[in-house]
């Protein structure tokens, strides 16, 4: 059995208000023309400020918290493999190749990673080991990848591309969330947690149980794993 429990302290700033970013929820997707699909900003761009798809100066792929939801995919590294570009090479049971455009490797130390706009890649390789991050699919708003090289904004660990996770936030309304799969090799998995927001403070906290008999007498698995998130809005530009 495994356990793991991690808590994000980010600071960031940004220029946006809340009005300058469309948010998918508030009109689904296959309801847009192919008009308001192309003016759907993104935040990860090759000017780091929000533009609308159409006018970014570099390729930039979107996954929205709809793709998430339908695609099915529990595993980070499976739900980049669905974008445009990425690559993501199975290794193991949970270790994956990931890279942009054929620049995959257990730890790419040519694509930079960033959740909520921190880098999150390993100081001493300087790649990004997906499968511990300290995050669920489940948490996650949507993903934005830079599709080349962005050295002259976030470095030289982005020669390759730019992985950009931003997390789901606490809302004023609480949200509690559950979810059950199961499948062969008597292989179960459930996730359940809340989010909510009191004042300036939003949080968010997330648990994760999977067990497998796996396919030999010796090759059971289980694994219960805990993530949370707390932030103080400061102005609608700065967040701790």
């Known amino acids: 059995m495994a356990a793991v429990a991690a808590v994000w302290v980010i600071v960031s700033y940004s220029p946006l208000v809340a009005g300058d970013v469309v948010n998918a929820e508030e009109k689904g997707l296959f309801d847009m023309s ?60 949970v270790l994956s190749a990931v890279g942009v455009r054929g620049l995959h490797d257990y730890i790419a130390n040519r694509t930079l990673a960033l959740v909520d706009g921190r880098a999150v890649n390993d100081a001493y390789f300087g790649g990004a080991e997906f499968h511990r991050l300290p995050l669920f699919v489940e948490d996650i708003e949507r993903i934005e990848i830079v599709r080349g090289a962005s050295s002259t904004l976030y470095g030289s660990d982005s020669v390759g591309g730019t992985i950009n996770i931003i997390t789901k936030k606490g809302t004023d309304i609480p949200e509690l969330f559950a979810s059950f799969e199961g499948g062969s090799l008597s292989t179960y998995q459930g996730s359940a947690g809340v989010r909510g927001k009191a004042g300036a403070m939003n949080y968010a906290l997330t648990g994760k149980r999977v067990d497998s008999e796996g396919l030999g007498d010796h090759d059971e698995y289980s694994a219960t794993a805990m993530a949370g998130q707390i932030g103080v809005e400061l102005s609608p530009q700065t967040s701790l």
């Open 34 to 93: 192919l008009e308001e699909l192309m003016d759907v900003p993104v935040v990860v761009s090759g000017s780091r400020q929000a533009q609308e798809l159409s006018r970014s100066s570099v390729p930039v792929s979107v996954l929205t918290s709809d793709d998430i939801h339908y695609s099915g995919l529990t595993n980070l590294s499976s739900l980049l493999q669905t974008a445009p570009g990425m690559d993501a090479l199975p290794l193991s049971r």
